[in-house]
């Protein structure tokens, strides 16, 4: 899998500096978060962050960290979902929508046990994932994703009704991001 081309699809998603008075998030560039650039030593205008340490940022701590670069060794179609639902939901909760997934499509374990969704890319969570696609091959890796997008949109309804302001963002992530 190329990570680049990953990023570049990302980039091009996320777009450049918005100031929404509905993001709790406050104003972002490339999609990263004043927070979240604040924490990796950027102290400038948001408006200014460079592309540069926007990848850096989504490299490492949406990449490498939760350890999707490993699920990509086995199904990119699954790494990339994860990469896209980590960086607009968190890599916590991508991983916990794969593990829900998968214990879902276990056939009451029997193809493989349940997993504990502890929302962290494991040995079982990875094995699980190899039991898939042995089981199912490529055609269960793409109702996986399907089903981690069901788990999704669902997500992004419940944050609009928990936030009525959220709608103002309802739209575009289920058309960007499911």
């Not at 793409?142 to 309802?170: D, H, K, W």
Request: overall charge neutral.
């Amino acid at each position: 899998m190329n990570v680049d081309a990953l990023l570049d699809r990302l980039l091009a998603k996320e777009g450049g500096f918005v100031d929404h008075p509905a993001d709790r998030g406050g104003p972002t560039n490339w999609g990263i978060t004043s927070a979240v650039a604040r924490g990796e030593g950027f102290m400038g205008d948001m408006a200014d962050l460079p592309q540069s340490l926007a990848r850096s940022i989504y490299r490492r701590r949406y990449w490498e960290t939760p350890g999707f670069h490993q699920v990509a060794e086995i199904a990119a179609a699954v790494a990339e979902e994860l990469f896209d639902t980590g960086v607009n939901m968190s890599p916590a909760v991508a991983v916990g929508f794969l593990q829900r997934a998968l214990n879902a499509l276990n056939r009451n374990g029997r193809d493989w046990a349940d997993l504990a969704v502890d929302r962290s890319i494991g040995p079982a969570t990875l094995g699980a994932l190899r039991a898939l696609l042995r089981v199912r091959g490529q055609a269960g890796a793409c109702v996986l994703v399907r089903a981690m997008n069901a788990l999704q949109g669902a997500r992004y309804i419940e944050l609009s009704e928990a936030r009525p302001t959220n709608e103002a963002f309802a739209y575009g992530w289920l058309d960007k991001r499911i």
